[in-house]
């Protein structure tokens, strides 16, 4: 195919100015990529908090163990309610005495009351949520207090809304500079072979077959800067994972074929624009 032939011509005669693209772009990318990993990691950290996100209801003094028991397979039965756990007095002693071990010979079995430890779904742990679950629970005649954190959990959900429209807004903000910065690169690569392109017009060349190698190049050139970002952010995760000894998460498969695949559409459209752009001056 005579356009392919023509592009890895291109590279060839241009090696140091096809390397100067697909870095620029891979480094655009890589920018992109590493605060996609940022706000990722972000996400992740704040939904392990989330998680940790329970109503306890306390019961009131010599309340049946069947009717507890019986009243738990209710709750757990309601739409947002994940699991539901029995904390015996026993049990409510012993895990005060391992979370406080300083002050466990303080505790007394008939100090701590039974319990309804409730785990709400993912998607369902919104302060609105919350309360309208821990509203339920307080209709029970058995249930002397409820307890969910009710500032800790509003201060988490607002947090967690801050970071995702934060995330969104620089995220395109980034990938807007990076595709100034590519499409840049492109046509300075363009205007170096602006002479070709005048005497393939004057020899009778269709604009869309000056066009096709162009495209094909800047195809290529994004998918190999897009695969180069993705080496980089990769390990640019590892190192500072090792350094600084916690664990990351990066991003899955799909994602990185998303973002490989943006490196090359990103390259087809700078090439795009930018040829035409000159075909119109010629």
Same mark, same amino acid.
């Not at 970071?163 to 995220?171: D, K, P, Q, R």
């Given at each position: ?6 592009? !890895? ?7 140091? @100015?096809? *390397? &100067? ?11 992109? /990529? ?5 706000? @990722?990691?972000?996400? =992740?950290?704040? %939904?392990?908090? =989330? ?9 009131? =003094? ?16 309601? #739409? ?5 756990? +029995?904390?015996? %007095? ?12 300083? !002050? ?9 009351? #039974? ?11 919104? #302060?609105?949520?919350? $309360? ?15 307890? !969910? /954190? ?8 607002? +947090? ?5 429209? *934060? ?36 020899? /009778? ?7 096709? #190698?162009?495209?094909?190049? /800047?195809?290529?050139?994004?998918? &190999? ?6 080496? +980089? ?13 916690? %664990?990351?998460?990066? !991003?899955?498969?799909?994602?990185? @074929? ?19 752009? $000159?075909?119109?001056?010629?």
């Amino acid at each position: 195919m005579p356009a392919v032939r023509d592009t !890895f011509f291109a590279f060839r005669r241009a090696p140091l @100015l096809s *390397a &100067l693209s697909i870095t620029t772009i891979a480094f655009s990318l890589f920018a992109v /990529g590493l605060f996609g990993l940022v706000v @990722l990691n972000i996400r =992740e950290a704040l %939904q392990k908090v =989330e998680e940790r996100v329970e109503i306890r209801a306390f019961v009131a =003094e010599k309340t049946p163990v069947e009717q507890i028991a019986l009243a738990a397979d209710d709750v757990s039965k309601y #739409p947002e309610v994940l699991s539901v756990d +029995l904390v015996t %007095q026993e049990e409510a002693l012993e895990r005060a005495r391992k979370e406080l071990g300083e !002050f466990r010979d303080v505790f007394e079995a008939e100090f701590l009351p #039974p319990s309804l430890d409730v785990h709400l779904k993912p998607g369902f742990r919104d #302060p609105t949520t919350v $309360h309208r679950v821990a509203d339920k629970l307080k209709a029970l005649t058995f249930i002397d207090d409820v307890r !969910f /954190g009710e500032d800790w959990i509003t201060q988490l959900y607002r +947090l967690r809304n801050i970071a995702g429209v *934060a995330g969104v807004a620089l995220g395109l903000a980034f990938a807007a500079v990076a595709v100034i910065i590519i499409g840049a690169t492109i046509r300075m690569a363009v205007l170096a072979r602006s002479r070709e392109i005048s005497i393939m017009r004057l020899v /009778g060349a269709t604009d869309a077959y000056v066009r096709r #190698p162009f495209l094909i190049e /800047g195809f290529i050139k994004g998918v &190999l800067g897009g695969a180069l970002a993705l080496c +980089l952010t990769w390990l640019a995760i590892r190192l500072v994972s090792g350094y600084l000894s916690f %664990q990351t998460v990066f !991003f899955d498969q799909s994602i990185g @074929l998303i973002g490989i695949a943006g490196g090359a559409l990103i390259g087809l459209l700078g090439s795009a624009f930018s040829v035409g752009r $000159h075909l119109r001056r010629v």
